[in-house]
């Protein structure tokens, strides 16, 4: 049903860069996450898919703490990054996030220019002693976003009077202006046209190469994209998780056939 690229390429054994260990999610009484075993691996896309509201997004932001901002939100169990536990309370989750970025599902880049939006992490991180280093950083950044050749004559100008296409590549080349080791994406194409996607979705085959990188996405076609693995959640419960073409082509759970084939969602 679905094209499924050659996903498996040039995927060798990777080293497990995210763990996750019986974690459950509660907003409040209400449990949204049951008991979530996963390892996710690092230089690899993994896609997470599922019904609205099945807690893909709320386990997302579980990997850099972003649940903490929201006071109702408990988290239980453990995930760890490169063997450390990121809820540990000695981990600082600005620190965190700076390892491990996030670009949202609309674009939000920061009612400054363009070099600024970019500049922001690092500087409050003091990644740069001098203001060349810093003007490195920017464009190194902005060449990992594929936005260099379209910006590099208007650095100076307002984020905000960019494209919608060009807005989130600009809020995903403000995330790797951190160095950041796994960028997690929110379901960073829902708000763009098709050739806004189609762009998105090719700058995150080149991330991989550097990044692990998690997207959350409703739409099974990109999953079977730009992914070499599949989680599909359900209900709160993480049902399969397996390479992308087994996913789509040869799932083990009826339930992840349902939803692949249309039957529920």
């Keep these: 049903m679905y094209d499924v690229p050659n996903t498996e390429r040039d995927t060798t054994v990777n ?13 409040g009484e209400k449990q949204a996450i049951k008991d979530v075993d996963c390892e996710i691996q690092d230089k690899t896309v993994t896609a997470f898919i599922g019904p609205s509201g099945c807690g893909k997004s709320t386990f997302l932001r579980c990997l850099n703490r972003m649940n903490d901002t929201i006071s109702v939100c ?11 536990d990121i809820y540990d309370k000695r981990v ?5 996030r700076a390892k491990v970025g996030m670009v949202f599902q609309k674009p939000n880049p920061f009612p400054k220019s363009i070099y600024d939006n970019v500049a922001y992490g690092p500087r409050i991180h003091g990644l740069f002693k001098t203001k060349a280093e810093l003007d490195d950083i920017v464009e190194k950044a902005l060449r990992r976003g594929a936005l260099w050749e379209e910006v590099k004559d208007r650095l100076g100008d307002p984020a905000t009077g960019m494209s919608g296409g060009q807005q989130q590549r600009l809020c995903i080349a403000r995330a790797v202006a951190t160095e950041p080791e796994v960028l997690l994406m929110d379901e960073p194409c829902s708000a763009l046209d098709p050739i806004a996607t189609a762009q998105v979705e090719e700058l995150i085959d080149e991330l991989r190469s550097n990044y692990s990188v998690v997207i959350v996405t409703h739409s099974m ?3 079977a994209r730009v992914s070499q693995k599949t989680a599909f959640f359900h209900l709160g419960n993480l049902v399969e998780f397996d390479d992308t073409s087994k996913i789509f082509t040869n799932p083990e759970d009826p339930r992840t056939e349902s939803y692949i084939t249309g039957r529920i969602g």
């Design 15 to 27: 080293d497990i860069k995210i763990s996750a260990n019986k974690v459950q999610v509660y907003y």
């Design 74 to 84: 408990r988290v239980e169990g453990s995930i760890n990054l490169d063997g450390e």
């Design 92 to 96: 600082d989750p600005v620190q965190l």
């Design 221 to 223: 076609q990109q999953a």
